[in-house]
């Protein structure tokens, strides 16, 4: 058995770049509490509660239960279930799973994988995290699960990318002069830019390209929020702000709220624009919720 082919093949049935990331969660949570116990049942309402979590956080904007990838992804040749009658998963029913006493775990050829070649289990995480997500997130997403993969292997994640453009970066950064196209922020150090990258509008892992209508030039945090879906753009090329996003202190209205409906920075004259596509994309499969009314609006009603 291949098991890295089965790593890569859980999100193949996806049509037209829609997110599923709920079976590789589930086998990245999986992974991290085998590592920390080989032996161990995961008890579905044990674990409920965490892949919950999970899948709010770095599933797609439609909400989902975590019953679904801990029945089906029995299909996949990597996950086994049984409940207090025997062998079997008795359904994808959250009351059913519960009432029965459902655990899973590793099917036992991959669990016998693993012990042969403990490597075995940093190599499939390095899949799923590639295929599934966006590297700004991969390291927060091994702490959720619990992995703990090595220095090595983290920097594998990157040199794994061997299809990607290695300019992007430079032509993203020089396209945007150098700020961050959401708050205009320009840091350097010696001349260097400090906390500035190159993201993805469609991420690379849902065949977004390396161009510059697909990349935007933002700072570390504003990257961040962009990735899980806090932030997206709308159009006419405004920030949109989730109205899931809570934050009370001055620095979050600053930073995150007061950015709704605020137009842009850059690219400069003569730079594309980012494709309405892409843009589509962003908020269909990875912005959460409705966005934000526009702040200025809300500065005019507060004022009336």
């Known amino acids: 058995m291949d098991w890295l082919e089965c790593a890569a093949q859980l999100r193949q049935w996806s049509r037209n770049g829609t997110r599923a990331p709920h079976k590789p969660l589930l086998l990245l949570y999986a992974l991290g509490r085998f590592q920390q116990d080989a032996d161990g049942d995961l008890r579905y309402s044990a674990v409920e509660g965490d892949l919950k979590r999970l899948l709010a956080e770095y599933g797609p904007p439609n909400p989902t239960t ?29 009351r ?6 459902a655990a899973g775990r590793l099917a ?13 289990l940093g190599r499939m995480a390095r899949v799923l995290l590639e295929t599934n997500f966006p590297s700004s997130l991969h390291g927060e997403l091994c702490e959720a699960v619990g992995l703990e993969l090595e220095p ?3 920097g594998l994640l990157s040199a794994a990318r061997k299809q990607r453009d290695r300019r992007m970066r430079e032509r993203v950064l020089t396209a945007y002069e150098y700020q961050c196209a959401f708050c205009g922020y320009d840091g350097t150090i010696d ?6 990258e190159a993201a993805h509008v469609r991420w690379w ?13 933002l700072c570390s945090l504003h990257h961040k929020l962009f990735d899980k879906g806090v932030l997206g753009i709308g159009d006419g090329h405004r920030i949109l702000v989730s109205q899931r ?22 690219p400069q004259p003569g730079i594309r624009p980012i494709a309405a596509a892409h843009r589509a994309w962003h908020t269909s499969q990875v912005f959460h919720g409705a966005p934000r009314p526009c702040h200025d609006g809300l500065q005019r009603m507060t004022s009336q």
């Open 191 to 196: 001349t260097v830019p400090v906390g500035l």
């Open 245 to 266: 996003f809570i934050g009370r202190s001055p620095a979050a209205r600053e930073h995150v709220i007061a950015l709704a409906g605020r137009q842009l920075i850059g």
């Open 96 to 101: 059913e799973l519960r009432a029965t006493g």
């Open 152 to 154: 090595a292997e983290m």
């Open 205 to 217: 892992a849902f065949g977004g390209p390396d161009d510059i209508d697909n990349g935007l030039c």
């Open 108 to 120: 036992p050829g991959l669990r016998t994988a693993l012990r042969r070649d403990p490597s075995l």
């Open 66 to 94: 975590p019953a679904y990838p801990f029945h089906h992804l029995v299909s996949d040749g990597v996950w086994e279930v049984r409940n207090d009658r025997g062998p079997g998963s008795p359904g994808s029913g959250v």
